[in-house]
Every structure is written in structure tokens, then in C-alpha cells.
């Protein structure tokens, strides 16, 4: 299968640099191998100190507490070009704005569906669909405001590289602090590189996204109070929720610090009530109100439903954003471009396979060993089958789960991730990479240039969640 390199126009004997990684190449070859494996080194014993972890579900200590793991950091930059970086903006701006119709269209007139754009059942019987959101008005009508874009690039026969979305993070998509922490970790270790090359910044991401929560607050609110909601610090992401409310200066707070009174939602402080008006929330829609959801979720706040009706609370994302990023409806989204904004979409999709349609579920029967098979409310590589990976019990497994529940599955190609340049234990060695741009949506859309490169560290392994073992590198966009 031929393979995209980031890097190097031949990806096979990784000749003809590609001009926008020459000089960074050049700086490279002078660098010896025990003084990157000391820098590395020194990059993981900080991240350590700092506490830039993740928890894994299911995996227990000696003591029975929770792993709590490193993300790998890799010191080679992936390096994107402006006139791409452009075009991939244009791209994401926008998906991210069908996307946001989209879901205001299914809480209000549902007109896509009654055009049979797409079939009724696949959205009204949606695990992710709120009936409880049905005529809510949000301000702005956005309803994904912090959206993380999953973008992969594919080999062309003639070698040239396609980007595709992979999947759209609508829910509370995670990773942007190890996006901010890469970048401060490059420019710590390596200084002589930013002088040399113009990379586009990224640290006022938060500044950005503070911006952008106060910009969608309740229309009577002057000077917005934004808290940031975690599930505490069990939560496999909760580094970053704290990480976030102090680079914007607000508060963290849980579940139990929240209350509500006559349909407004108030922090509990040690001054007494203090009104919020705009929850930056990293709690799913399952755990936020146990009035209406899950009875014994003690991680939102009971009646926070009844103040966001009322229109008295802004929650970032809103409730019921599930519905437009669940792998069923992903298919979609490229009619949902053309159908709201009447544009072409400018980032294609992967193909896909429906396993609910019957030719759809025959062909990927036919060919499970060469698909990509996964559940449509997957997430974090779990609930997958890489068909070409896969043993033949291991195939043979999958299929009578598919058999037993064919609606709850998607297939696509096994598309060959593009690799970059990668700092491994036998030296440096491509691996296949991601990208997960954020992009905010306020009065505005916007996003800081590049994102989170994600990078799959097993050799050959096309799956670049942190939960199975991925790193991530710092992304450069290099300004014109």
C-alpha cells in the first residue's frame, strides 16, 4: 500500500525532502542521537513534574487507584505549509458551520428530513438524540462551539496526499492542552528553531476560547461569569480541565459546587451565591442533570436543564450535540454542506459503510480482513476491528458482533495514515499521524493555526489514541 510521508517525497527510501521541511531537515541531520534522546529525556521528566497525565479506564495500580499515565511527546515537529493550512481552514470553517445547522435543524423545523436527505430513524432513534432539547433556542443557535475535527491524509496513486475527516468531536472533545503543551515544550528545548522558521502561534488558544464563551452568553449578560465543569479528578482528561480554567482565569468547579434557584445556576464560593452564566462543560449529556438523565449522576446539577430552557445558562457544548458526530450520521455530513449552505464540500469524507443497509452489511461481511470496522458511538480506539492487523479468531469474533447488531456498526478502507519522521528507541523511523484541529465557533468561527498531532508509536499501527499506546508532536503551521 503506498504511504503519504509527511516529510520526504519518497516514502519508501525517504529521499526529496519536501521544501517546507528543508530547513528543519538540514537542522536535523547535525543533531546527534544521544543529545535528542536527552532532550527527550528532559521533556518527560517536566511533563512529569507538571502532571501532564492521563487516567486509563480499567487499569489499576498496585494500591488499586487508577493508572495514570504520560502521553509520549515526540520532538520532531509535523510540519504543514500555510497555502495548505488555508485550504484546510476554508475546509473545516465550513464543516464545523453545516454541522452547527445541522443540529439546530433537528431540535427545531427538522427540514433535512423532511427533504429525505437523511432517513428519519437514523436520527430519531439516535442514542445521542434529546428529545428534551426539541424547541430549545441557544444563543447564536450554536450548538457545537468548541468542535475537534479529526483530519488523516491518504496516498494518491500519482503520490500526491489527500486529506480527509476522519470523524467530528461535537460532544467535549479533549486534547488542546497537550496541543499548548507541545508547543511550550518545543520552544523550551529547541529556541534556535523558532528563530529559523516562522511557525504560526498557538498560545492564545486560550484567550481564543474565552473570547468565544463569552461571546455566546445569555443576550442580557454584560460581563459573562464562565466556569469550567469537570467530573473531578478521577476523569482521565481532568489535567487538561484544569489546565484550561487557569490559563483563562476561571473557576474549576464540580457538580456539588453548583445549585439552581428560580432557573438561574449559581456557584457555591466562600463570599456566598455567585450567578454563572456560561458552563464549559466536560461532563457528558448522560451525567449533567439527574432530574432528566441519569438518576444517580452526582457529577452535574439537578434542575441545570430546566435554567438552560429557560434560557438563563449558555452550556458549552449544548446538550444533545451527540446526534450530528456519531459515526452513523458522519456519512451525511457532506449533504448537510450542500443542503444548508449550498456549497460543495472543500474536505471529503472516507468512504463509508452502513452495516444497517444490507448491501452495505454483505459487502463488509465479504471483506472484514481489509476494512476498518467500528461502533458508531465508539471513541477512543475501543469497540474497533483494523481488518489487515487482525488475527482470523479476531476477525471471525467481529463478525458475529456485526451479525448480532448490524446498525451499530460502520466500515470504511483501511486507509494508509500518512507518517512523519517519528524519534523511536532504534532511532527516528516514520510513523502513521493524525491531526485534530479545534475550531471555535462564537460570532465568529475561528481556530488557532494546526492542532493536535496525534502519533500511532507501534510500528505499523494505524491507531493513535493515547488509550492504545499514541503520542503526540508539536504541529507546525509555517506563516507565508
Not at 488555508?86 to 439546530?104: C, D, P, S, W, Y
Request: glycine content about 8%; hydrophobic content about 40%; overall charge negative.
Amino acid at each position: 500500500m503506498r504511504m503519504y510521508d509527511e516529510m520526504h517525497a519518497d516514502s519508501v527510501n525517504r529521499a526529496q525532502v519536501r521544501d517546507h521541511y528543508a530547513h528543519y531537515d538540514r537542522w536535523l541531520a547535525k543533531q546527534p542521537q544521544e543529545a535528542m534522546r536527552t532532550r527527550r529525556d528532559e521533556a518527560e521528566m517536566i511533563f512529569r513534574r507538571v502532571g501532564i497525565t492521563f487516567a486509563v479506564y480499567g487499569e489499576k495500580d498496585e494500591d488499586g487507584s487508577g493508572t495514570e499515565r504520560l502521553i509520549p511527546f515526540d520532538l520532531i515537529p509535523r510540519i504543514i505549509p500555510a497555502s495548505e493550512w488555508r485550504e484546510m481552514e476554508k475546509g473545516l470553517r465550513q464543516r464545523v458551520t453545516a454541522l452547527n445547522r445541522f443540529i439546530h435543524d433537528v431540535y427545531h423545523d427538522q427540514e433535512i428530513i423532511k427533504a429525505g436527505v437523511i432517513p428519519a430513524e437514523m436520527v430519531l432513534n439516535n442514542a445521542q438524540f434529546r428529545p428534551e432539547m426539541m424547541g430549545v433556542n441557544v444563543p447564536g443557535d450554536i450548538y457545537s462551539i468548541i468542535s475537534g475535527i479529526d483530519i488523516v491524509r491518504a496516498a494518491n496513486p500519482d503520490g500526491s496526499g489527500t486529506y480527509y475527516v476522519l470523524e467530528d468531536n461535537l460532544r467535549v472533545p479533549s486534547g488542546v492542552s497537550y496541543m499548548l503543551e507541545n508547543r511550550k515544550m518545543m520552544m523550551r528545548l529547541f529556541p534556535e528553531l523558532f528563530a529559523e522558521h516562522r511557525v504560526a502561534p498557538v498560545a492564545h488558544y486560550p484567550d481564543l476560547l474565552l473570547d468565544t464563551l463569552q461571546a455566546v452568553a445569555p443576550a442580557s449578560i454584560n460581563e459573562p461569569t464562565v466556569v469550567v465543569l469537570t467530573p473531578g479528578m478521577y476523569n482521565s482528561a481532568y489535567f487538561e480541565h484544569a489546565f484550561l480554567a487557569q490559563q483563562m482565569g476561571v473557576e474549576l468547579v464540580e457538580g456539588q459546587d453548583l445549585f439552581v434557584e428560580d432557573n438561574f445556576v449559581y456557584m457555591r464560593t466562600t463570599r456566598g451565591p455567585k450567578r454563572i452564566d456560561v458552563i464549559y462543560r466536560r461532563v457528558d449529556d448522560d451525567f449533567l442533570d439527574p432530574n432528566y438523565f441519569r438518576k444517580d449522576s452526582t457529577l452535574g446539577c439537578a434542575g441545570l436543564l430546566d435554567a438552560y430552557r429557560a434560557g438563563n445558562i449558555t452550556l458549552a457544548n449544548a446538550i444533545g450535540t451527540g446526534v450530528a458526530d456519531d459515526k452513523s450520521i458522519y456519512p451525511y455530513v457532506p449533504k448537510m454542506v450542500e443542503f444548508y449552505l449550498g456549497e460543495k464540500p472543500i474536505l471529503h469524507n472516507v468512504p463509508t459503510y452502513l452495516c444497517r443497509e444490507k448491501d452495505d452489511l454483505k459487502y463488509v461481511l465479504d471483506h472484514l480482513g481489509d476494512l476498518v470496522v467500528k461502533e458508531v458511538h465508539g471513541a477512543g480506539g475501543y469497540g474497533m476491528l483494523v481488518g489487515p492487523a487482525s488475527t482470523k479468531a479476531e476477525i471471525e469474533d467481529f463478525r458475529s458482533r456485526v451479525l448480532g447488531n448490524p446498525s451499530n456498526y460502520i466500515a470504511q478502507p483501511t486507509l494508509s495514515l500518512s507518517t512523519c519522521p517519528t524519534f523511536v528507541e532504534s532511532g527516528i523511523a516514520p510513523r502513521h499521524i493524525d491531526l485534530r484541529p479545534f475550531v471555535l465557533s462564537g460570532k465568529t468561527v475561528q481556530m488557532v493555526p494546526g492542532g493536535l498531532t496525534r502519533v500511532a508509536l507501534k510500528e505499523g499501527s494505524l491507531v493513535v489514541n493515547s488509550s492504545q499506546g499514541g503520542g503526540t508532536k508539536d504541529t507546525w503551521v509555517l506563516e507565508s
